[in-house]
């Protein structure tokens, strides 16, 4: 087992150094130079100051990310590895006799010793934000976020664990498939009460302020048949200097949101086309395909954890502390398993999502036949949240649910000749 720790903690360093190295001396984060002097060169819309701050904040934020990706993994393999998580099962076992409580218990302090570990981690990410100028909240406002999160996703996710488990326990051979059932209506209700119950939670929401602009959205969403009677604004300015507006909800909770953000730094025409492109997913049914793609490989992903979890444990169960899948020592060990698997996926979905984000853009100029707020939209956006116009390759197929930038506004120029 040392041995394991050691080579792990080798590779996660020779790993980090990979990605440093990637982004900080191998890619070339210039246009092509046939594009140089045209829209999507950011040296006609940034002075130089934003030119340096974008390039540097960008490599560092995908450091991070990269960087963060595995950290995970890598504490739930120590925690397995050293015994704590068997360590865990045996304190919740001694303080109650119930199995609801036991498997509470249990997540509690598995979650707790990560969020303390990674803590500082994010704080790094938030720091750094704060110096760019991206964030503007407060350390204080940031520390309720955090907090707000521990809580609510110990919630939600202790009731799946409690689930899981308890199929793990009563259907070992099929409870992937029980499970997957299970979180179809599940995930329909949290995407339901989403905008209405936790939403809230962490920023104000009310219909757009701007009667006027309102008027011009709304008569955009009737042009396009889709039932709208607001738009809704969000207080993100308290927190963040970026720009952004979003779908979000099913059903009669759907709501098209902007961020007040958005409001204040671009004009009218720029946000309609926002708009326009928003109620492009609306009136695709975008929402509802990537529930089906979730869905899907969801399913896919169940059915290869239970297969890989079985194999891991009957080869390696003794030096991982874990006798049986039934036990609640196990579930790190479908932590890293589902964190493997959907960082694997991403790349799929991402390109799935950036199908669908280029199709609601084309929808968006249908609809407001105004090009230039389309280039002016993307340039803005670029420019207030520091955001790359050509990433490199790999950041694009792992980070990217959206065309680049640069991508963006050159099939809109397309549209236009």
Same mark, same amino acid.
């Given at each position: 087992?040392?041995?394991?720790?050691?080579?792990?903690?080798?590779?996660?360093?020779?790993?980090?150094?990979?990605?440093?190295?990637?982004?900080?001396?191998?890619?070339?984060?210039?246009?092509?130079?046939?594009?140089?002097?045209?829209?999507?060169?950011?040296?006609?819309?940034?002075?130089?100051?934003?030119?340096?701050?974008?390039?540097?904040?960008?490599?560092?934020?995908?450091?991070?990310?990269?960087?963060?990706?595995?950290?995970?993994?890598?504490?739930?393999?120590?925690?397995?590895?050293?015994?704590?998580?068997? %360590? @865990?099962?045996?304190?919740?076992?001694? /303080?109650?006799?119930?199995?609801?409580?036991?498997?509470?218990?249990?997540?509690?302090?598995?979650?707790?010793?990560?969020?303390?570990?990674?803590?500082?981690?994010?704080?790094?990410?938030?720091?750094?934000?704060?110096?760019?100028?991206?964030?503007?909240?407060?350390?204080?406002?940031?520390?309720?976020? &955090?907090?707000?999160?521990?809580?609510?996703?110990?919630?939600?996710?202790?009731?799946?664990?409690?689930?899981?488990?308890?199929?793990?326990?009563?259907? &070992?051979?099929?409870?992937?498939?029980?499970?997957?059932?299970?979180?179809?209506?599940?995930?329909?209700?949290? =995407?339901?009460?989403?905008?209405?119950?936790?939403?809230?939670?962490?920023?104000?929401?009310?219909?757009?302020?701007?009667?006027?602009?309102? #008027?011009?959205?709304?008569?955009?969403?009737?042009?396009?048949?889709?039932?709208?009677?607001?738009?809704? #604004?969000?207080?993100?300015?308290?927190?963040?200097?970026?720009?952004?507006?979003?779908?979000?909800?099913?059903?009669?909770?759907?709501?098209?949101?902007?961020?007040?953000?958005?409001?204040?730094?671009?004009?009218?025409? #720029?946000?309609?086309?926002?708009?326009?492109? #928003?109620?492009?997913?609306?009136?695709? %049914?975008?929402?509802?395909?990537?529930?089906?793609?979730?869905?899907?490989?969801?399913?896919?992903?169940?059915?290869?954890?239970?297969?890989? =979890?079985?194999?891991?444990?009957?080869?390696?169960?003794?030096?991982?502390?874990?006798?049986?899948?039934?036990?609640?020592?196990?579930?790190?060990?479908?932590?890293?398993?589902?964190?493997?698997?959907?960082?694997? /996926?991403?790349?799929?979905?991402? =390109?799935?999502?950036?199908?669908?984000? %280029?199709?609601?853009?084309?929808?968006?100029?249908?609809?407001?036949?105004?090009?230039?707020?389309?280039?002016?939209? @993307?340039?803005?956006?670029?420019?207030?949240?520091?955001?790359?116009?050509?990433?490199?390759?790999?950041?694009?197929?792992?980070?990217?649910?959206?065309?680049?930038? =640069?991508?963006?506004?050159?099939?809109?120029?397309?549209?236009?000749?």
């Amino acid at each position: 087992m040392r041995k394991w720790l050691t080579t792990s903690v080798l590779l996660y360093f020779l790993y980090g150094l990979f990605i440093y190295w990637y982004l900080f001396y191998l890619t070339d984060h210039t246009i092509p130079s046939v594009y140089e002097g045209t829209a999507v060169d950011p040296k006609t819309f940034m002075n130089d100051r934003e030119l340096i701050l974008t390039e540097d904040y960008s490599r560092i934020k995908n450091l991070l990310f990269f960087i963060g990706v595995p950290l995970e993994w890598f504490i739930f393999f120590i925690v397995l590895s050293i015994g704590l998580s068997k %360590k @865990f099962q045996q304190w919740a076992e001694a /303080a109650s006799k119930f199995s609801i409580v036991q498997t509470a218990l249990y997540f509690f302090w598995l979650s707790l010793l990560v969020t303390v570990i990674t803590v500082p981690f994010e704080w790094i990410g938030y720091k750094i934000s704060v110096d760019y100028g991206i964030t503007t909240q407060s350390f204080s406002s940031w520390i309720r976020d &955090e907090v707000t999160d521990f809580f609510v996703n110990y919630i939600l996710m202790s009731l799946i664990v409690i689930v899981l488990y308890w199929l793990i326990r009563k259907f &070992e051979k099929r409870w992937w498939l029980y499970a997957w059932l299970l979180s179809i209506p599940f995930s329909l209700f949290l =995407m339901f009460i989403q905008p209405v119950v936790i939403d809230p939670l962490y920023n104000d929401f009310y219909p757009l302020q701007d009667k006027e602009l309102e #008027e011009k959205i709304l008569d955009i969403a009737d042009e396009a048949n889709i039932p709208a009677e607001h738009v809704y #604004e969000v207080n993100m300015s308290e927190k963040t200097n970026a720009l952004n507006a979003y779908v979000t909800g099913i059903g009669s909770n759907s709501r098209i949101v902007l961020w007040d953000t958005t409001l204040t730094k671009l004009d009218d025409d #720029e946000i309609l086309f926002i708009m326009a492109h #928003e109620m492009g997913h609306y009136v695709m %049914k975008h929402i509802y395909f990537g529930i089906a793609g979730y869905l899907l490989l969801s399913l896919i992903g169940l059915f290869i954890i239970s297969r890989l =979890m079985k194999w891991i444990i009957d080869r390696w169960g003794k030096e991982l502390k874990i006798t049986n899948i039934r036990d609640l020592s196990s579930l790190p060990l479908f932590f890293i398993l589902l964190g493997m698997l959907s960082f694997a /996926a991403s790349p799929l979905s991402n =390109m799935v999502s950036r199908y669908q984000e %280029k199709k609601a853009d084309l929808y968006a100029i249908e609809m407001t036949e105004n090009n230039e707020a389309a280039v002016k939209t @993307f340039q803005n956006l670029s420019k207030h949240s520091l955001s790359e116009v050509n990433p490199p390759w790999l950041v694009k197929f792992f980070r990217y649910g959206h065309p680049t930038l =640069m991508e963006r506004i050159l099939y809109i120029q397309d549209e236009d000749e």
